[in-house]
T-cell receptor, first 111, second 115 residues
Framework: KNEVEQSPQNLTAQEGEFITINCSYSVGISALHWLQQHPGGGIVSLFMLSSGKKKHGRLIATINIQEKHSSLHITASHPRDSAVYICAVQYSGGGADGLTFGKGTHLIIQP | EAGVAQSPRYKIIEKRQSVAFWCNPISGHATLYWYQQILGQGPKLLIQFQNNGVVDDSQLPKDRFSAERLKGVDSTLKIQPAKLEDSAVYLC?????????????FGDGTRLSIL
């Protein structure tokens, strides 16, 4: 069974700070997803990656397959970045590729 | 492109009652997922459909939960009878093709409260 661990569970920072959220998993995967969830439940996919690094605007996601670790970075953080950030992993064995989620990191950016 | 549609948005029922949720995925998406998210936890996969066939239902409590996707498009998830521990947000997601890594697109969820 694959466990997905995120840290920190809660993070409060000041506007403009550089934010890092970490994710580790225990077995081999085909892809890792970073998702954002706002109050009310809606989930938005931020990144899907299987190697290296991806960047979108102020968000950067990296993954190290050998170390089974991924990080999500937010540069120049803003109060609108306040949300729960969830790491999830995916297998591709036999077509069953439902996501296994971490518990999420609750991020608050104060103005 | 229209997103994943779910209804109802909220539902409150008493324990032992029945409830059903509906999901309409993004047009053309072959794969549909139902997830359960209990407060304070990450979502947990309940069932995955590829067109109208079940790919994975290993975590679905089959004594009380059932799901169908008869025509390979929209899907319903039913709980009968409901228990207090079923209080959660039920999320539906879809992806283009479950046999290759694809992003999953989520609906807004149905928030279920059991009294």
């Amino acid at each position: 069974k694959n466990e997905v661990e995120q840290s920190p569970q809660n993070l409060t920072a000041q506007e403009g700070e550089f934010i890092t959220i970490n994710c580790s998993y225990s077995v081999g995967i085909s892809a890792l997803h970073w998702l954002q969830q706002h109050p009310g439940g809606g989930i938005v996919s931020l990144f899907m990656l299987s190697s290296g690094k991806k960047k979108h605007g102020r968000l950067i996601a990296t993954i190290n397959i050998q170390e089974k670790h991924s990080s999500l970075h937010i540069t120049a953080s803003h109060p609108r970045d306040s949300a729960v950030y969830i790491c999830a992993v995916q297998y591709s064995g036999g077509g069953a590729d439902g996501l296994t989620f971490g518990k999420g990191t609750h991020l608050i950016i104060q103005p | 492109e229209a997103g994943v549609a779910q209804s109802p948005r909220y539902k409150i029922i008493e324990k032992r009652q029945s409830v059903a949720f509906w999901c309409n995925p993004i047009s053309g998406h072959a794969t549909l997922y139902w997830y359960q998210q209990i407060l304070g936890q990450g979502p947990k996969l309940l069932i995955q459909f590829q067109n109208n066939g079940v790919v994975d239902d290993s975590q679905l409590p089959k004594d009380r939960f059932s799901a169908e996707r008869l025509k390979g498009v929209d899907s319903t998830l039913k709980i009968q009878p409901a228990k207090l521990e079923d209080s959660a947000v039920y999320l539906c997601a879809s992806s283009l093709d479950g046999f290759a890594n694809q992003p999953q697109h989520f609906g807004d969820g149905t928030r279920l409260s059991i009294l």
